[in-house]
């Protein structure tokens, strides 16, 4: 019962129109906020009352209504009144689900390989090498690597729909060579293909919906890609079962990794581009378009404003270079959310994944499908209820309280494992603390992390951004999972999770210092209020 909230989100508001001959009164405060800085609006009407700076952590006193006049021909006033939108988020969800399905193939690829591998070892001919079985399961990440640099020149010249479709092909030629594979030499190709699309689209989704997400609802819809992930992941896990009793299974596993990027490249032919990719590159009819069908019809005028706002005066923005990262505000951006992933791979979210099944072992669940499953089950329901709270307790608040769960899952691990406990309860709590490091990860550390770094960035440079933040993701993920077992091996389990739990601990505190509350603001505010142009205009 505890998913009901899920199903409660605003209906549709009403529409009330009305007519008077009377002058146009100035429009309603849309109650949204800048942090010590303000818009300046280029409209005819008298510009919005001042509003009173608030803190970057307390959210907007959105109001229950709002009002727009709009001025016929003949001098006819109608007014609008709604709920500060008028479709809420039905009218964005199909393009946020269509994007998704490039997050389930992400999630697929993470867990098709974690039953069958023994299997392919066998038939190709490498059993028994862990250094060939290891490269087998995580070429993908160099692949991942280049496609996470190459995507932002991509995003800046053909908008994220049409990447999305182009990148998809890799995935599926991957996914084909993978199945018909015959030879080391072939898989490998087949994963370095898989892991080239995957790092191309990891930074894709969450920069496509944050552009196309309605302000209120941005931080729920952006979360739908975690959801993504973990579907696919427990798919995946679902037809790895029978891999254990046919030895040829994964080969059908991978021929049905390609259909979801056919169903993905067909799906992104009817989603929309960005309104605000559409307007930098000249488009502006069709931006316009965008947003009267995804966020309503009297946010068409508001959202234009505060788009010409930012990009204006970047009329170059297609032909902007890696060095403008070196700059200020770009640079505190690229240090954040490279921070951001370097804290969240070494507080060990990819080692206890891709390791689980070693601690369900000792409490004797033996199959590591199965282990693996609960994983997935779990991850899955954090991002349920990730999804419910992200727009209401806030990115900050869902991050420090994310790693402190991790923290204190960690360091209750630790202390089953070195006390002189009964063994049955140490096992019992090292499985506890195993799945409240999955779930706590899953509501804040896991998607906030891949949501804030696009709301942080201006629209001049969040591809690249995005693009630079997920290549240190995967070096640092390769890195975790190359050493993990290492430095088991040498230092023990207790204090390699204790150190993941220190980790867990300077990433709560680092989002406290570092994270500027995203929450209720568009995009545009957020790059004005961090802009040291505007603050300087402001003082």
């Given amino acids: 019962m505890w998913a009901l909230p899920l199903l409660q989100l605003p209906l549709p508001p009403k529409i009330v129109a009305a007519t008077a001959k009377s002058r146009p009164s100035k429009p309603v405060n849309n109650g949204l906020f800048i942090h010590r800085t303000s818009l300046n609006f280029s409209s005819s009407t008298s510009p919005p009352p001042s509003r009173a700076l608030r803190d970057e952590g307390s959210p907007p006193n959105l109001p229950e209504q709002e009002s727009q006049n709009i001025v016929d021909d003949e001098g006819e006033v109608s007014v609008e009144v709604g709920e500060g939108n008028e479709f809420g988020w039905l009218p964005v969800l199909p393009h946020v689900l269509t994007a998704s399905m490039a997050n389930f193939l992400f999630g697929y690829h993470i867990g098709v390989m974690n039953g069958p591998i023994i299997s392919i070892a066998r038939e190709l001919g490498f059993e028994g090498n862990s250094f060939l079985e290891g490269l087998v399961v995580s070429i ?125 490249i067909l799906g992104m032919q009817f989603a929309v581009d960005s309104p605000r990719w559409l307007w930098k590159v000249g488009r502006q009819d069709d931006a316009e378009r965008v947003i009267s069908n995804l966020w309503g019809k009297t946010e068409v005028k508001k959202a234009i404003e505060e788009i010409q706002s930012v990009v204006t005066e970047n009329d170059d923005n297609l032909k902007n270079g890696w060095l403008e990262l ?187 210092y570092f994270i500027v509350e995203t929450k209720g603001r568009s995009l545009e505010e957020i790059e004005l209020s961090l802009s040291p142009n505007y603050m300087k205009k402001d003082e």
């Fill in 140 to 264: 993908f990440i160099a692949g991942a690597f280049i496609g996470s640099v190459c995507s932002g020149p991509l995003v800046d010249y053909l908008g994220c729909r049409r990447t999305l479709q182009v990148d998809t092909l890799p995935l599926i030629l991957g996914a084909l060579l993978s199945a018909q594979a015959h030879s080391l030499d072939e898989i490998l190709w087949g994963r370095f293909l898989v892991g080239l699309g995957i790092g191309v689209n990891t930074v894709l989704v969450p920069l496509y919906i944050s552009e196309i997400s309605p302000t209120k609802y941005r931080g729920s819809l952006g979360t739908v890609c975690q959801i993504g992930t973990c579907t696919g992941i427990i798919a995946s896990l679902l037809l790895a079962i029978s891999s254990e009793n046919d030895p040829h299974w994964w080969r059908t596993m991978l021929y049905i990794a390609s259909v979801p990027g056919f169903i993905l």
């Fill in 326 to 512: 070196f700059d200020e505000p770009h640079n505190r951006v690229a240090f954040i959310g490279g921070a951001l992933f370097v804290l969240q791979q070494f507080a060990g979210i990819n080692g206890i994944l891709y390791f689980s099944s070693i601690t369900f072992q000792d409490v004797g669940i033996k199959s590591g499908a199965l282990a693996s499953l609960f994983v997935g089950v779990t991850n899955f329901a954090g991002a349920l209820f990730a999804l419910y709270l992200m727009d209401r307790q806030g990115r900050q608040r869902l991050l420090i309280g994310s790693y402190l769960g991790m923290a204190f899952s960690m360091f209750l691990i630790v202390y089953s494992i070195s006390s002189s406990l009964d063994d049955q309860l140490s096992h019992n709590l090292s499985i506890l603390g195993t799945l409240m490091y999955i779930f706590t990860f899953a509501i804040g550390a896991g998607p906030v992390t891949g949501l804030i770094i696009p709301e942080l960035s201006a629209n001049r440079t969040r591809s690249k951004i995005m693009g630079f933040s997920f290549s240190v993701h995967w070096v640092c993920n390769f890195l975790v999972g190359l050493f993990f077992l290492e430095l088991v091996d040498k230092f023990g389990v207790a204090p390699v999770y204790a150190s993941f739990g220190g980790v867990s601990v300077l990433s709560a505190l680092f989002a406290m």
